[in-house]
């Protein structure tokens, strides 16, 4: 298990662009990760999807092509020496993505997708289940029971905030300790940042608040910080208003290590 090779007093982080929009950025993006979690000694699992299947609007961004953003991916693993973290969507896509990825995520929105949890399960590779907006902590198990009793154990969980009203999410940090008795929990503080359910049809989000959840996902005992990140958010094709500027991360991260220091010794 990935966690396993956590080092005292570190965690696990999750970093990369909400979609592959290209070699070129995707790799700027891989190289910069590398360089920070080797300088902090952080281990990093990168991620980016494939393919963006859950948009509000028909014209939104979907990808530049499954099978080209998964050899992205593949190539950004070997060539680098980091695993890769993508998510699918249907319980066909399991073992295609299987070939490219080291982990298998499964979105929020398809966290009680039986079918799908049972495909990921087979192929072997750790499953991070990212928690539903709509599920309660407790429910999270059954998510989880289906991918081990189908075998794999690898698991882990992703917070990723709890639908508050119409467009709005918030964390309820009780979860993480019952979050943790299940699987390995991370979590995810920039899609917590979300604005759902915009007039506009885009999705919106609060970036400012991407410390301060990570700062008490911390403090909580957190396993692992999920965070998407660009180098230049504005122009991202997706997702770019609630993730975080890649100028940004290393202070963060130095920031969070000092927190989770402290905590340890307490």
Known sequence: MITDKIEKNKFLLIAGPCAIEGKDIAFEIAHKLVDISSKLSIPLVFKGSYRKANRTRLDSFTGIGDLEALKILGDISSKLNIPVITDIHSSSEAEIASEFV???????????????????????????????????????????????????????????????????????????????KLAPTILDVTHSVQRPNQISGVTGGNPEYIESLARAGIVNGVDGIFIETHTD??????????????????????????????????
């Open 233 to 266: 958010p504005s122009k991202a094709k997706s997702d770019g208003s609630n993730m975080l500027d890649l100028n940004k991360l290393e202070q963060l991260i130095l920031n969070l290590l000092a927190i989770r220091d402290t905590a340890s010794r307490l």
């Open 102 to 180: 080291d982990i298998i995520q499964i979105p929020a929105f398809l966290s009680r997708q039986t079918d799908i949890l049972i495909s990921a399960a087979k192929t072997d590779k750790i499953i991070n289940i990212k928690k539903g907006q709509f599920m309660s902590v407790d429910s999270m198990k059954y998510a989880v029971n289906k991918v081990v009793e189908s075998g794999n154990d690898k698991v882990m969980i992703t917070e990723r905030g709890t639908q508050f009203g119409y467009n709005d999410l918030i964390v309820d940090f009780r979860g993480i300790s019952e979050l943790k």
